[in-house]
Nanobody
Framework: QVQLVESGGGLVQPGGSLRLSCTVS????????MGWYRQAPGKERELVAS???????RYADSVLGRFTISRDNAKNTVDLQMNSLKPEDTAVYYC???????????????WGKGTLVTVSS
């Protein structure tokens, strides 16, 4: 059973930093695109950043220059370094991974349960 578990969320003051981590476990034949999404109160879930298996990152305009996504293919982890945090970054952050569980199945998306990030003074 594929499982994604996030960690690193918490309360931080504006201008502060947090590092989120996501570990993918279970049967993994091929781990493809990975990313971080977030959902703020009263808003739709949005893509924050994604990273290819070769390490190419893409970012939402709202976080460009402040957040950095990275992955460790040997450990099946993806991290999100968040700097210069703003109150509008407050949201539940979800880890996402597109993967094939075996050679006999199509790739599909898997999701973590989310970790809460609160930016407030």
């Amino acid at each position: 059973q594929v499982q994604l578990v996030e960690s690193g969320g918490g309360l931080v003051q504006p201008g502060g930093s947090l590092r989120l981590s996501c570990t993918v476990s279970g049967r993994i034949f091929s781990l493809n695109l990975m990313g971080w999404y977030r959902q703020a109160p009263g808003k739709e879930r949005e893509l924050v950043a994604s990273i290819t298996s070769s390490g190419t990152g893409r970012y939402a305009d709202s976080v460009l220059g402040r957040f950095t996504i990275s992955r460790d293919n040997a450990k099946n982890t993806v991290d999100l370094q968040m700097n210069s945090l703003k109150p509008e970054d407050t949201a539940v952050y979800y880890c996402n991974a597109n993967l094939r569980a075996s050679a006999y199945r199509y790739a599909m998306d898997y999701w973590g349960k989310g970790t809460l990030v609160t930016v407030s003074s």
